[in-house]
């Protein structure tokens, strides 16, 4: 089955620093690449996607890029601020349809 | 309804009892999904339902979970004889299967088995 590795699973960074959150799937199948963010005692939400007939997206501090033939797919995240503080999941689709498997999480701190 | 809703949030059980986590969808989402998250951990994932069927039950981690979804809606986790590792947040999540796969996900059930 589909199998995503996430790195690292922790990571500190100084306020206006860049994060860079690193994904890796195996199913060649998969065709959708979401992030979640967690903050603490919340729910996850979405913060950005990306399809497999795209290689990078971005939506202002952060971007996704998606490397199919390495089968991984990075987040980053700029001028980090404090409010990024949280846990962020990546996932990928499982043989083109709704399923869907997660990383373990990267907790990202940012320091003021 | 506006979101996803989940019922109870909190849930606080003796070892050995059976107790049973409801899920509603956002209307109109036909795919359904469960996750487990321990404290400080990622999210595990149980099951998920396309309609009322599961094509995918693989996390389902025994015979003790079980779950049902009717009428393309409403969705229930059952989990029988309780133990203490099955304490957790029960998230739900549900997605519209037009090839959407956006995950709405619900405040979950925070479940503890003493």
């Known amino acids: 089955g589909e199998n995503v590795e996430q790195h690292p699973s922790t990571l500190s960074v100084q306020e206006g620093d860049s994060a860079v959150i690193k994904c890796t799937y195996s199913d060649s199948a998969s065709n959708y690449f979401p992030w979640y963010k967690q903050e603490l005692g919340k729910r996850p939400q979405l913060i950005i996607d990306i399809r497999s007939n795209v290689g990078e997206k971005k939506d202002q501090r952060i971007a996704v890029t998606l490397n199919k033939t390495a089968k991984h797919f990075s987040l980053h995240i700029t001028e980090t601020q404090p409010e990024d503080s949280a846990v962020y999941f990546c996932a990928a689709s499982i043989g083109g349809n709704n399923d869907m498997r997660f990383g373990a999480g990267t907790r990202l701190t940012v320091k003021p | 309804g506006a979101g996803v809703s989940q019922s109870p949030s909190n849930k606080v059980t003796e070892k050995g009892k059976d107790v049973e986590l409801r899920c509603d969808p956002i209307s109109g989402h036909t795919a359904l999904y469960w996750y487990r998250q321990s404290l400080g951990q990622g999210l595990e994932f149980l099951i998920y339902?396309?309609?009322?069927?599961?094509?995918?039950k693989s996390g389902l981690p025994s015979d003790r979970f079980s779950a049902e979804r009717t009428g393309g809606s409403v969705s229930t986790l059952t989990i029988q004889r309780t133990q203490q590792e099955d304490s957790a947040v029960y998230l739900c999540a549900s997605s519209n299967s037009g090839g959407a796969y956006i995950q709405y996900f619900g405040a979950g059930t925070r479940l503890s088995v003493l």
């Open positions: 339902f396309q309609g009322n069927s599961a094509p995918d």
